[in-house]
């Protein structure tokens, strides 16, 4: 049998959905359902996804998804868990998927509440770094000097992206891990490591979006590539907010900023004043990530 | 097996929901509604509560984990009260659009600004459009047999009910409660049957995006769901009357001999008006019970029959612009009566307390020739 045939059968995300081409929270999603399917109900909180998922009788999924309101998303699946568990179901994964502005911003309360209460879910926010379903305006996860439709030419984003994963691991989680399209293999490792933890998990995929970023429909995995080979998003996992580790690592060769933020119009008009600073605050965050992992865990 | 106690009406509330079978009870504390979840928080220690408590970051939070829990075919409870429900809003609309039988208590306080911790009912019928049954109880009896009717009512149409009483008046006021023994009420309401709408191993997309038509489809669904509420109301207190020899209707009403006069009103300040009514001339009481669905024809009913030539209102509230509310709904329910009573209205909006001189004054200022007047509770 063909590795493809074998994923053929997992798949648990359904041809004909609503994304645009090249979406990296498609291929996001395709990757986690297949990684943690069959026995899984997702929580779907208001953005892209409540559109890639299709309007009822369709559906994208083969699992039951169960939509809620922005700020919710959090609770919602937290009740649900429960309540799964009070009917005698709780071997159920409950995944609950939101976007960036569901995780960075308006939903962050409710994850908060659902991390220190060590809920028994798993939170995914794919992040596609701005409010996509409403037509690409800024959120907290906008990189700094990108243009977004709140921060057209000559704005951009000011201030830096929130760093999330460090407000995840200071909740002191079991297990939080970011990760990307462009390997998948280390996105499936990390699920099912996920799915195997009880507690609240969180992880943290970065997104590529085509129409929003001014990208190919090509370059999805391209791009996602160079995200963590430029140190843009670098792959590690933290178990229990103390245990951080790498699972990809490039040390002193990072590529420069530059082989990412040019193909991608977003960052287009950016000057090299703030390609500097941009570049300035990823290596401060990549001292900082280096100083959590501690040289044996740089991989 | 009965027995009483001396218990106020939030411990009345939380006695309720342990004897109806809870599986999840989600909380966060607002004066005047703390007693309620702190007695449930209280079973939850005894290992008493029969279900799981579970203390959220925020209201809006405790709704959204009931809509969870409630997909999953769940029986859950909520508290609140004033900002609290406010805050909850968005939720309050979900719940009833996903159509999941959350029954919820809500303690009447005013909305600030300013700061205000009386008993206006302006938090709890700002939200009369959102899908919800609304019941007012008059006391804590009331308060203990319509929340275990409330699950039944719910569950039964599918739509979220609030159970609404007032802070203080009624949430930290002692009476003797008749409290039934749990396997009574477990002859009353069993265990939840109306299905899990999540259901792991088979595909669905609950909620997801619907267009215009679809959408009135629904909202229509709910609608008419609803206005089935007062009937099948009856025959739940059928059943409850049998069992526990208690009943309420949508409306409930006390008419003395030759009245003519009627006071309706809402909530704790029914109970006054009952209390007065004898030092009343040729006056009776219509307590409005059910407020959504609103029980037009009922009310219609009782004042043809009675042959009603003025009514009272007494509105803990006031729509602003508009006035109270209760006379609002009233007087649309009148459109078409051959001969409508005259509706005034004495407005305690704020959460002023009601008194037997206040409603004897009110009275006085009804001349016959006048249609509708308002009337204020502070000078
Ligand atoms: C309370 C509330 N405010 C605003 C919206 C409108 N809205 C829907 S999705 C969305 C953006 C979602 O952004 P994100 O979470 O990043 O997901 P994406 O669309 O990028 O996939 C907004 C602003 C809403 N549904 N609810
Ligand atoms: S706008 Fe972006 S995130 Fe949304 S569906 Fe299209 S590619 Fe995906
Ligand atoms: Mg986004």
Redesign the pocket.
């Given at each position: 049998m063909l590795v493809d045939d074998l994923n053929r059968e997992r798949e648990m995300i359904i041809s004909g959905h609503n994304a645009c081409p090249g979406c990296g929270?498609a291929l996001a999603v395709r990757y986690l359902t297949r990684a943690l399917g069959p026995n899984l109900a997702i929580v779907l909180t208001?953005?892209?996804?409540?559109i890639i998922a299709g309007a009822p009788p369709l559906t994208a999924l083969k699992c039951p998804i169960l939509h809620c309101?922005?700020?919710s998303a959090g609770s919602v699946g937290s009740g649900l868990k429960r309540g799964l568990e009070a009917k005698g179901k709780g071997d159920t994964t409950v995944v609950v998927l939101?976007?960036?502005?569901?995780t960075f911003d308006?939903g962050l309360q409710a994850l908060s509440g659902a991390a220190q209460r060590n809920e028994d879910i798993i939170f995914v926010c794919?992040d596609?770094e701005?409010?996509?379903?409403?037509g690409m305006q800024t959120?907290s996860a906008t990189p700094f000097g990108a243009r977004t439709n709140t921060a057209p030419y000559p704005l951009f984003k000011e201030g830096r992206k929130k760093d999330i994963m460090q407000i995840m691991a200071a909740h002191g989680i079991p297990y939080a891990a970011t990760a990307t399209v462009a390997f998948p293999d280390d996105m499936e490792a990390k699920l099912k490591k996920a799915q195997s933890i009880t507690g609240f998990r969180f992880i943290h995929v970065l997104s590529p979006c085509p129409p929003g970023w001014g990208s190919e429909s090509a370059d999805t995995v391209h791009l996602s590539r160079l995200a963590v080979q430029t140190g843009f998003f670098p792959l590690y996992e933290i178990h229990n907010g103390v245990d951080w580790k790498m699972t990809w690592m490039t040390d002193k060769s990072r590529l420069p900023l530059s082989a990412y933020l040019d193909r991608q119009r977003r960052f287009k008009q950016m000057d090299k004043e703030k390609i500097v600073a941009l570049q300035e605050e990823l290596d401060d965050e990549w001292y900082f990530l280096m100083n959590k992992v501690g040289p044996a865990d740089r991989c | 097996m009965m027995a009483f106690e001396v218990i106020n009406g939030s411990q009345a509330a939380a006695i309720a929901v342990q004897r109806a079978g809870i599986d999840l009870v989600a909380a966060y504390p607002i004066t005047p509604q703390t007693v309620i979840v702190e007695t449930l928080a209280d079973f939850a220690a005894k290992g008493e509560l029969g279900g799981e408590f579970v203390s959220l970051e925020s209201e809006y939070s405790a709704l959204s984990f009931c809509n969870g829990a409630s997909a999953a075919g769940a029986r859950v409870f909520t508290a609140t009260a004033s900002h609290g429900l406010a805050y909850m809003h968005?939720m309050i609309h979900w719940c009833s659009g996903a159509r999941f039988p959350i029954v919820m208590a809500n303690v009447n306080r005013a909305i600030g600004a300013p700061w205000c911790l009386d008993p206006d009912q302006g938090d709890s019928l700002s939200q009369r459009d959102t899908g919800w049954l609304q019941i007012y109880c008059s006391g804590a009896q009331e308060v203990f047999d319509t929340i275990l009717q409330a699950f039944a009512l719910s569950e039964e149409l599918l739509l979220p009910c609030m159970v609404v009483f007032d802070g203080f008046y009624i949430s930290h006021t002692y009476e003797a409660v008749d409290i039934p023994e749990i396997q009574d009420v477990g002859k009353f309401i069993g265990p939840p049957s109306f299905g899990a709408q999540v259901i792991p191993g088979e595909p669905g997309n609950l909620h997801g995006m619907a267009s215009a038509e679809n959408q009135q489809r629904l909202v229509r669904s709910r609608h008419e769901a609803m206005l089935r509420a007062p009937a099948l109301y009856e025959e739940i207190n059928g059943r409850y009357e049998r069992l526990f020899g208690r009943k309420y209707g949508a409306i409930d009403a006390v008419m003395p001999p030759g009245a003519r006069t009627a006071i309706l009103t809402a909530g704790a300040t029914a109970e006054t008006v009952r209390w007065c009514l004898p030092d009343l001339e040729q006056t009776g009481l219509i307590q409005l019970r059910m407020f959504r669905p609103f029980p037009a024809k009922q009310l219609c009913a009782v004042l043809e029959t009675y042959d009603i030539e003025k009514v009272l209102v007494v509105d803990r509230n006031c729509s602003i612009g508009a006035g109270g509310i209760f006379a609002q709904e009233l007087k649309s329910a009148l459109y078409g009566l051959a001969r409508p009573p005259a509706v005034h209205d004495l407005i305690l909006a704020g959460g002023v307390d009601l008194t037997g001189a206040l409603i004897k004054n009110a009275l006085s200022k009804m001349p016959l020739e006048n249609r509708s007047t308002e009337l204020w509770g502070v000078e």
């Open positions: 929270a208001a953005s892209c996804w409540s309101p922005f700020p939101a976007g960036d502005g569901g308006i794919y596609n701005a409010y996509m379903n409403t959120s | 968005e």
